[in-house]
């Protein structure tokens, strides 16, 4: 082999080993709950657990209401941005990469402060609420990945020329953005929805602290009471994380390309 | 009948102008082009015509119905764009019933209308396909079809064929046309590519710098520039640069040789220098005739061109370029020899603007 190859294949497996090792590692002591031989008795005990079903269930939903809320809110911004607002761009990719850099924990005591159940807005004050609340919280934690999602496929059309189109034969704004820029940025949107449901599923911090049953805290709680339970877990976890990440890669692989960017 | 009336119509961005002064009256089905180069202001009045740009000032009335203040969706327009613009996640047939869609139209209409568009455009087989299947004319076919199929009132094209290549453009050109004429849609066409605008249009908008040089029917924009930049932009043209001998009489000297024009020099004053147009089409190799201009000069080059051969003559300051037929029982002149090239008054144009 030629020595200029013999360097990237050697980081390519020493990447591998450093990720692969320690899932092989979970996952091997994840079949050892029955004694002497291995077993998928972990995942079994795990998956019929009812708390499993309500936690994997109520972030599931959770996950499903962010994904619509955050498609709500960015596909309007940053189309709106994309058509006639491109010098406040760079203030809106500023303010979408905020999540990254405030701690959850700060997001979320800020929402104990602001929303409590003695504020103007109790939020707190009811399951229902603080529902809302996490939800609300997640399209926050999810915004720079949906945001840029959604932007990088705005860019791949025409959006200008697309709306004056269809303005032109009749359509109103409702119409322009269900019938034909929706339809259009569809491989990017899931793409963003399956990186929210990713994140969703598997956070801890804000659930935790508004007390809600979401997978996360279930998670924690099984990890600090058994023992082989919770790398079971792990592993559906990043089971399903790599699931959403093998479904975007398939949707994205979508052959009717839009039009030339301008 | 006066159709679509705009009224010292402006644009002004900031910084620059992009429209001014500009006024046209179009005849109902008339097939009107907006011909220049770019950053002219073409696009933009075009755009302020569709609703998609705000005039600064003026008037744009369509069938006696002011315009301005309604959204491109009220104006019951059609538009091609450059770009084609089909919604790249609808079929053809889906892209064509858009507007009938949301126009409410009965199913069967819409039905109808699809067909009746496909067999007009001649891709009643590619229905299903979508558009990045298609190519290039197909997809502009496509796009003129969907534009007309709620049969609006006014048909704008922004320079549809400018992407396309050269034998297609021809081909699609006669078809719009066809189409227009059929249709007996008012048009208005942008490009810049002036053989476009001469084949097709009833008349041409000439534009240079956001105003309009020269509206007339092609013949009278190729034939009678009555601009500098219209002479110079469309077609080719010989500038003759020369002092007035006598403005009443028409008289003009060309490199101590004189010259007449049909028609006296109005505005002039003698000894003033000014240019004068004059097509290489209409200048021949002959000597002097009764009622035509000669001037003798020696011949710089010849280009043989095959069906065309294309002489340069110079007179003294002046160059003339003038284009004969391959004739194949006599060869083309030789550099070097002397040569008289001969024309008449009338096809020679005072232009306008005095010489340094």
Avoid at chain 2, 263 to 285: D, I, N
Avoid at chain 2, 345 to 354: I, V
Wanted: hydrophobic share 45%; net charge positive.
């Amino acid at each position: 082999m030629k020595r200029s190859r013999i360097g990237p294949w050697l980081a390519l497996g020493i990447g591998t080993a450093y990720f692969l090792i320690p899932l092989i590692a979970t996952f091997e002591f994840s079949l050892r709950l029955r004694r002497g031989e291995y077993s998928f008795d972990a995942y079994r005990v795990v998956l019929a657990d009812p708390k499993f079903q309500a936690a994997f269930g109520y972030s599931t939903v959770i996950a499903l209401a962010t994904i619509v809320l955050g498609v709500l809110l960015v596909v309007p911004t940053a189309y709106w941005i994309e058509l006639r607002l491109r010098r406040l761009r760079p203030v809106v990719e500023f303010i979408t990469l905020l999540p990254l850099v405030i701690p959850a924990i700060v997001i979320v005591f800020g929402y104990l402060h602001t929303y409590n159940s003695s504020s103007l807005i109790p939020f707190t004050a009811t399951p229902r609420g603080t529902d809302l609340l996490l939800t609300l919280g997640y399209v926050t934690l999810a915004l720079p990945y949906m945001y840029r999602a959604v932007d990088t496929g705005l860019r791949s059309i025409d959006v200008r020329t697309l709306t004056e189109a269809a303005e032109s034969l009749g359509a109103g704004w409702g119409t322009i953005l269900f019938k034909v820029i929706f339809p259009n940025v569809r491989v990017a949107i899931l793409s963003g929805a399956f990186l929210t449901f990713a994140i969703v599923i598997g956070e801890f911090t804000l659930a935790s602290l508004l007390d809600r049953p979401a997978f996360g805290p279930y998670m924690q709680l099984v990890g600090a009471n058994r023992a082989y339970e919770p790398s079971a877990l792990a592993i559906v976890a990043f089971i399903v994380t790599w699931g959403c990440m093998g479904i975007i890669q398939l949707f994205g692989r979508d052959r009717r390309a839009a039009m030339p960017a301008h | 009948m006066r159709f679509l009336e705009i009224e010292n119509l402006r644009k002004v961005f900031v910084g620059s102008v992009g429209v001014q002064h500009f006024d046209i009256a179009v005849e109902r089905g008339e097939f009107i082009s907006f011909l220049g180069p770019s950053g002219c202001g073409k696009t933009t009045t075009l755009r302020m015509v569709a609703g998609f740009e705000q005039p600064t000032a003026g008037q744009i009335r369509i069938d006696g119905r002011d315009v301005v203040g309604l959204r491109p969706n009220q104006r019951n327009i059609g538009m091609v764009f450059q770009s084609y613009a089909l919604f790249p996640n609808m079929t053809v047939a889906q892209n064509i019933a858009f507007g009938l869609k949301i126009a409410k139209r009965p199913e069967v209409e819409i039905k109808l209308r699809i067909a009746e568009m496909l067999e007009m455009i001649k891709l009643p087989h590619l229905r299903d396909r979508f558009p990045y299947q298609l190519s290039g004319g197909q997809q502009q076919r496509v796009a003129l079809a969907r534009a007309i199929a709620g049969k609006p009132q006014l048909l704008l094209l922004d320079e549809p064929l400018s992407a396309l290549d050269a034998k297609i453009r021809a081909s699609l050109r006669s078809e719009i046309r066809e189409l227009q004429r059929k249709l007996g849609i008012t048009t208005i066409y942008v490009t810049h590519d002036q053989e476009e605008a001469l084949a097709m249009s009833d008349r041409i908008v000439v534009m240079s710098e956001g105003r309009i040089e020269q509206l007339g029917t092609p013949f009278e924009i190729y034939n009678r520039p009555k601009t500098r930049f219209v002479a110079s932009f469309v077609g080719t043209l010989n500038v003759l640069r020369g002092e007035v001998a006598d403005p009443q009489k028409g008289t003009a000297r060309v490199d101590e040789q004189e010259i007449r024009l049909a028609q006296p020099l109005e505005g002039t004053k003698a000894g003033e220098k000014r240019a004068f147009a004059l097509r290489p089409e209409a200048v021949s190799l002959a000597e002097a005739e009764p009622d035509r201009n000669a001037l003798r000069g020696t011949i710089e080059d010849v280009s043989f061109l095959g069906a065309i051969v294309r002489i340069k003559v110079r007179l003294k300051e002046n160059l003339v370029s003038l284009d004969t037929f391959n004739n194949q029982a006599s060869p083309p002149p030789e550099r070097g020899q002397p040569a008289t090239i001969s024309f008449a008054p009338a096809d020679l144009q005072l232009l306008d603007g005095a010489e340094a």
